[in-house]
């Protein structure tokens, strides 16, 4: 069963905790640039039928890495919306150097 968060930072410091090695979150954080890159190309292009990629290219990265590096099940499947928050949350703190990769 499914822990309950009354908000989104206490669901965020769960995310971390699922998010523990750093070559997931370097996994996660190549697939968030790159669905950055895309959405910028698709813009600029407007060559719309591109952006059908955008989620495989974040969730792929993001869900290669759980397998792969944390050997958990991405937070995705539980909670997709606070999950999709905090990936960008995570994002935002690696640029600032918040969190290492």
């Not at 968060?5 to 070559?23: G, I, P, V, W």
């Not at 190549?30 to 698709?42: D, F, H, K």
């Not at 990629?53 to 290669?64: K, N, Q, R, T």
């Amino acid at each position: 069963m499914s822990k309950e968060f009354k908000t989104f930072q206490a669901f965020y410091s769960f995310y971390l905790k699922e998010h523990s090695n750093k070559r997931c979150r370097r996994v996660h954080f190549i697939g968030s640039a790159l669905v950055i890159i895309l959405l910028v190309v698709v813009i600029v292009t407007q060559y719309w039928r591109l952006s059908i990629a955008l989620p495989f290219l974040g969730y792929g990265f993001a869900w290669y890495g759980h397998f792969k590096y944390e050997g958990n099940k991405p937070a995705t499947f539980r909670y997709p919306l606070y999950s999709l928050l905090a990936d960008w949350v995570m994002f935002k703190d690696i640029i600032t150097r918040k969190i290492s990769i």
